[in-house]
Structures are given as structure tokens and as C-alpha cells.
């Protein structure tokens, strides 16, 4: 079965920067788009980043230049670098693997 697994989150002050990792087991990684997805506090999930299976990157508005998404199919992990967090970025973010699978979410919490 498809397992993907987010670690990375956690509190941190505004302008500060984390990764995000998403370790993924039970398909062939390197096939499947890649995804970050999020949910801030009473809000609908919403898509932030994604990555093709040949690397073409994709990003909502609101984070470009300050996320970036790649992928090491050796590892079969997928990152998301997030530089310069806002309090607005405060929401539990998910994994996504071929746009069917989920990770269990992991929370980013952004302090002003």
C-alpha cells in the first residue's frame, strides 16, 4: 500500500525557514507528480507546489519565490524548501503522490 510519511514542520518566527520532507513507499516514486497541498485554519485545502515526474515545477501565487519544490527519486522523497514564512502560511500541510494519495499532514505553525 501507498504510505507517505511528512516530517519537518513545527513553530517558527516569521522570516525563518524550514523543509518539509514527504518519504513515500509502495509505488514507483519516480512515475507519480508530487505534490504540497495545504489547510490553513478554517479553510479548504489548497494547492501550493508540485513537481512532475521529469521535474517541471508548478507553484501558487502566493509562494512563489519563497517555496521550492524537488524531488530525489533515489530517496524516494519529496521536499518543499519554505523560505521567508508569513503568518499566513500557518496550516497543516499534506504530501500528495500522483494526485490519489495522501500523507497524514504535518503542521507549520508561523509566529509574527
Known amino acids: 500500500q501507498v504510505q507517505l510519511v511528512e516530517s519537518g514542520g513545527g513553530l517558527v518566527q516569521a522570516g525563518g525557514s524550514l523543509r518539509l520532507s514527504c518519504a513515500a513507499s509502495g509505488r514507483t516514486f519516480s512515475r507519480d507528480a508530487m505534490g504540497w497541498f495545504r489547510r490553513a485554519p478554517g479553510k479548504g485545502r489548497e494547492f501550493v507546489a508540485g513537481v512532475s515526474r521529469g521535474g517541471t515545477t508548478t507553484y501558487v501565487d502566493s509562494v512563489k519565490g519563497r517555496f521550492t519544490i524537488y524531488r530525489d527519486n533515489a530517496w524516494n522523497t519529496v521536499y518543499l524548501q519554505i523560505n521567508s514564512l508569513k503568518p499566513e502560511d500557518t496550516a497543516v500541510y499534506y504530501c500528495?503522490?500522483?494526485?490519489?494519495?495522501w500523507g497524514q499532514g504535518i503542521q507549520v505553525t508561523v509566529s509574527s
Open positions: 500528495n503522490s500522483d494526485y490519489k494519495f
